[in-house]
């Protein structure tokens, strides 16, 4: 035990010693990549755990509480239970995929590259940006980053991406994705926006009703499935159609068993083919000065 203690004490030295002979520069380096060590070390923590439990609590829940707490005229509401997939409805799921990701979910890789472009020529051109994100962007940014307008959390949500995809797999992040996605004001996950708009568990979601809930996720804070306006029902009824198109998901079923027709769309780029073109398309199209 002495030696061990005598053997830690030298290190600490030795360690003090060689930081005090760096130069200035040195040390911000040091610094710097100690730092970026220790934040890779903290993200891939978060991963792994998050692949085992879904989060007590999201940036998003935070964010929603103190705007609730801010406005006079919003009620402070917090709904939320966790449900494993087993207890889910497949209408759900498959209602899910097809909203957000155009039937497509278990052939990409996280991202869909056609929409990321569109989405960023209408960004580029000054329109409404939107419907770029994939599931599984849409679980990286809510469970573990705030919902602001940045490159950099833009760059953050990427990179939870591509861990999510590596580390958990499609049938975690489709979990975790319908246990903590925003349904209403206050209201997370489909089992508590199933029993606050249907009074029933989302395991008997009928797919009416999984099509009304899976409407709604572009605009949940101003939608309402139970008393759904014209365009939302219109939107459910195109998503309950499509429903009966691409059929019910597979979670256990191989890559090379997919239909090799989708697989061809979103195989065609990834994310450094991407970057290229983005690059290549600000050459070609230089923002204009204001």
């Not at 899910?96 to 580029?124: P, Q, T």
Request: hydrophobic share 35%; charged share 25%; glycine share 6%.
């Amino acid at each position: 035990m002495a030696k061990e203690k005598k053997h830690s004490k030298t290190k600490r030295r030795k360690g003090l010693k060689r930081w005090k002979q760096l130069n200035f520069f040195g040390k911000v380096w040091r610094v710097i990549w100690v730092g970026v060590l220790a934040l890779f070390g903290f993200t891939i923590i978060q991963v792994l755990f998050c692949s085992l439990f879904n989060p007590p609590v999201t940036p998003l829940m935070v964010q929603r509480f103190f705007q609730q707490v801010s406005d006079p005229d919003r009620s402070i509401n917090f709904e939320r239970d966790y449900v494993s997939i087993d207890d889910i409805s497949p209408n759900l799921i498959n209602a899910v995929a097809i909203s957000e990701d155009g039937g497509l979910y278990m052939y990409h890789h996280g991202f869909a590259y056609k929409n990321l472009k569109k989405a960023y020529i209408n960004a580029r051109a000054g329109k409404e940006r939107g419907g770029g994100s994939t599931i599984s962007q849409q679980t990286a940014k809510n469970c573990f980053l705030p919902h602001t307008r940045s490159v950099w959390r833009k760059a953050a949500e990427a990179y939870y991406t591509v861990l999510i995809e590596a580390v958990w797999g499609k049938k975690r992040i489709m979990e975790c994705y319908l246990n903590i996605i925003e349904f209403g004001d206050g209201i997370y996950g489909c089992e508590a926006a199933s029993q606050h708009y249907f009074h029933h568990s989302a395991k008997d979601l009928s797919k009416r009703e999984a099509a009304l809930l899976a409407s709604c996720l572009p605009t949940p804070l101003r939608s309402n499935p139970a008393h759904p306006s014209r365009y939302l029902s219109g939107r459910a009824s195109t998503i309950q159609h499509r429903m009966g198109y691409y059929g019910k998901i597979d979670f256990d079923k191989k890559r090379e068993d997919l239909n090799p027709k989708y697989l061809k769309m979103v195989d065609e780029d990834n994310l450094f083919t991407f970057l290229s073109w983005m690059i290549e398309y600000n050459r070609e199209h230089p923002a204009k000065k204001k």
